[in-house]
C-alpha cells in the first residue's frame, strides 16, 4: 500500500516537474501575471486611495468583495466547530 | 545538458515547491494515522501558497508599500515594487486554511470519542461489523 | 510548605509571573499592527491573530476558568457577530447613501470629508471588523477544541 502511494507520488511530482518547463524564469518582470493588472493597482492605488500600502488598499477597496466572503468562512468555521463538539449530556 | 542546468537554476524555486508539494500529497495518501493525513494537508497548502507568492517577484524590486508624499509628487514606476496580488489572494487562503484545520479536529475529537481509534484501519473494520 | 504555592489549575509561578509581565504589551502591539496598517505591513487579520494569541496564552498559563474571566463566553459570542456586523453594516450604509455596496466615497453624503479621505477611513473601519472577527473566533476555536466542547479544563 504505502508502496503504491510512493509511486503515485513520484509520477505526479515528476508529471508537475516537466510542467514547469513552461513557467517564466523568477523573476522576470515581464511575466504574464505582472502585466495585466498589477501596473493599474500600483500606480493609481496612493492616488485614489491615499494609502501607502498597496496590499491593504487591494485588500480593503479594490477586493472588498473577496475579504467579506473570508470573514463569512471564518465565522463559519466557528459555529462548525460548535455545532460538532457541542452535545447534549446523554444520561 | 547545459540548456537542463540552464533551466534548473533560472527555476529552481518551482522545483522545491514541488518537492514540498509532493511530500505532503505522499503524508496524505501514504499515512495510515488520521491526524498524519491532516499534517500533510497543511504542508500542501503551505506549499502552494509559498509557489503563488514567488510568481509575482520582480528582479530589484522592494515591498509594496510606497512612500505617501513621494508618489503624490511624482509617480511610481510599476517595476519598482514587487506585484501586491498574488500576496493578497493568498491572505485569504491563510485563513481558509487554517479554519478548515479548526473543523477537520473537531471532526477527528468527535471520531475518537465514538470509534476509541485513530488509525484509518481499525475504524474501516469496525464500520464493516 | 509548598504545596502552598502550587495551585491546582495553572502552572508554576515563574510562568504565571511572566505571563502576566507579557500580555498587556501583545495587546498593544496587537492593536498597533490593526491599526497602523495603511502605512507598514499589517492589517486587520494579522492584528486580530496577536490579539486572539494573548487571550490563548492567558488560558494556558492560568487554566481555562481564569481566563473566561478576563472574556466571558457571552461576551465572546456577541464579538462573534460583532466583526461581521461591522463589514457587512458599513457596505449595507454605503449602498444606503446612493453607491454600490461597498464604496465608500457614497459616505461622503453623510459627514464631508472628501471622497478620496473617505475611502482611506473606510478601509480602516472594514479593517477593524475583521480584527474583531478574527480576534474571538481563535479564542472560541482553542476553548471549544482543547476541552472537548465542556468548557471546563483545558490543556
Known amino acids: 500500500m504505502k508502496s503504491l502511494a510512493l509511486l503515485a507520488t513520484l509520477v505526479t511530482g515528476a508529471l508537475l516537474l516537466y510542467g514547469t518547463k513552461d513557467f517564466p524564469a523568477w523573476g522576470d518582470p515581464q511575466a504574464p501575471a505582472s502585466t495585466y493588472l498589477s501596473p493599474v493597482y500600483i500606480e493609481k492605488a496612493v492616488e485614489q486611495t491615499h494609502v501607502p500600502n498597496i496590499v491593504t488598499a487591494v485588500l480593503g477597496d479594490y477586493r472588498g468583495y473577496d475579504t467579506m466572503f473570508e470573514t463569512v468562512v471564518i465565522y463559519c468555521a466557528g459555529m462548525a466547530v460548535l455545532s460538532v463538539l457541542w452535545r447534549k449530556k446523554e444520561e | ?117 485513530l488509525e484509518e484501519d481499525e475504524i474501516l473494520e469496525k464500520l464493516q461489523r | 510548605m509548598r504545596d502552598i504555592y502550587e495551585h491546582t489549575a495553572g502552572e508554576d509561578l515563574i510562568i504565571k509571573t511572566s505571563v502576566r509581565l507579557m500580555v498587556p504589551f501583545i495587546q498593544v502591539f496587537g492593536l498597533y499592527v490593526i491599526i497602523h496598517g495603511h502605512y507598514s505591513p499589517g492589517g486587520g487579520f494579522q492584528g486580530g491573530v496577536i490579539l486572539g494569541a494573548s487571550f490563548i496564552l492567558l488560558a494556558l498559563a492560568f487554566g481555562m476558568k481564569t481566563s473566561q474571566e478576563y472574556m466571558t463566553v457571552s461576551v465572546n459570542a456577541v464579538l462573534n457577530n460583532l466583526g461581521p456586523a461591522i463589514f457587512i453594516g458599513v457596505g449595507v450604509l454605503c449602498a444606503l447613501f446612493g453607491g454600490l455596496f461597498l464604496d465608500y466615497s457614497a459616505l461622503d453624503k453623510l459627514i464631508p470629508l472628501g471622497p478620496v479621505e473617505w475611502r482611506s477611513f473606510g478601509i480602516f473601519l472594514i479593517e477593524v471588523g475583521v480584527g474583531v472577527a478574527v480576534m474571538s473566533i481563535m479564542v472560541l476555536l482553542y476553548w471549544n477544541l482543547s476541552s472537548g466542547g465542556a468548557m471546563d479544563e483545558g490543556l
Do not use: C
Request: aromatic share 10%.
Open chain 2, 1 to 117: 545538458m547545459e540548456t537542463i542546468i540552464g533551466e534548473i537554476v533560472a527555476k529552481y524555486n518551482y522545483w522545491i515547491y514541488v518537492v514540498l508539494m509532493m511530500i505532503g500529497f505522499y503524508a496524505m495518501i501514504g499515512k495510515r494515522n488520521l491526524v498524519k493525513k491532516l499534517i500533510g494537508m497543511n504542508i500542501f497548502q503551505t506549499s502552494i501558497i509559498l509557489f503563488f507568492v514567488s510568481t509575482g517577484v520582480k528582479k530589484g524590486g522592494g515591498i509594496p508599500i510606497v512612500d505617501k508624499y513621494q508618489a503624490l509628487a511624482g509617480h511610481v514606476e510599476a517595476a519598482s515594487t514587487v506585484n501586491p496580488l498574488p500576496h493578497v489572494l493568498m491572505l485569504t487562503a491563510i485563513v481558509v486554511g487554517v479554519s478548515v484545520t479548526g473543523v477537520a479536529l473537531a471532526v477527528l475529537q468527535r471520531i475518537y470519542k465514538e470509534y476509541g481509534t
